[in-house]
């Protein structure tokens, strides 16, 4: 097991034990109260371990990509966005004009690509990338998942994959399994929480 995926974990745990029963929420919440304390720590993990910029697929309003673009104004870095916001899911116009509103106090470090992640040019555009933190929350159906796990596959740090606790019936969890060991990944879930990450990069590893 490698430090960072330590770090992972301890990260992991400590806000992991501060979540409150599933059952108190609707399914798709469980788990979630304390993501964006975790994603803040993991991506800060991530800059300060690899070179490269933040992906962030499926931004919403932009809240979680305020936290990322805070982090990598911090480290010289950049975010770079995909999210149609087209009426698929919860993205519509209203929602990304949300979007750029709550993020307008960064938008000179923030690529926006208005685009399914699916779609080859947003495919082209992640392989091409150089990313140190990949956050996974497009549309929540295998196929989807599957493909942006597989656009992101070369990228040399740490991705995170949202709503393996409740999406499609239990299948993006079986899916987080099933490509990282295609992959080769160094992986941790816990599930009390609502996102599930991969070890991409091999360096610091222990014996």
């Not at 993501?35 to 720590?41: A, V, Y």
């Not at 699916?118 to 998942?145: M, R, S």
């Amino acid at each position: 097991m490698s430090k960072i995926l330590d770090k992972i974990i301890e990260i992991n745990t400590k806000w992991a034990e501060q979540e409150p029963e599933h059952s108190q929420f609707p399914v798709h919440k469980g788990g979630s109260i304390h993501q964006r304390d975790r994603l803040r720590e993991v991506a800060e993990l991530a800059l300060e371990t690899y070179e490269g910029d933040i992906l962030e697929i499926g931004c919403h309003v932009g809240l979680t990509t305020k936290i990322f673009a805070e982090l990598a104004k911090k480290h010289g870095r950049k975010v770079v966005v995909v999210d149609p916001w087209d009426g698929r899911q919860e993205g519509n116009q209203t929602v990304y004009e949300q979007f750029v509103e709550n993020t307008s106090e960064y938008a000179d470090i923030i690529e926006v690509n208005r685009m399914g992640s699916q779609e080859p040019q947003a495919v082209e555009k992640i392989k091409q990338g150089n990313f140190a933190f990949c956050w996974i929350d497009g549309l929540h159906t295998p196929y989807a998942c599957k493909s942006d796990i597989e656009a992101c596959t070369g990228q040399h740090g740490i991705q995170a994959v949202d709503d393996l606790s409740w999406s499609s019936g239990g299948a993006l969890k079986e899916l987080f399994y099933i490509m990282a060991a295609k992959n080769g990944y160094e992986q941790h879930y816990d599930t009390r929480c609502r996102e599930g990450y991969y070890v991409t990069g091999n360096e610091d590893k222990e014996d």
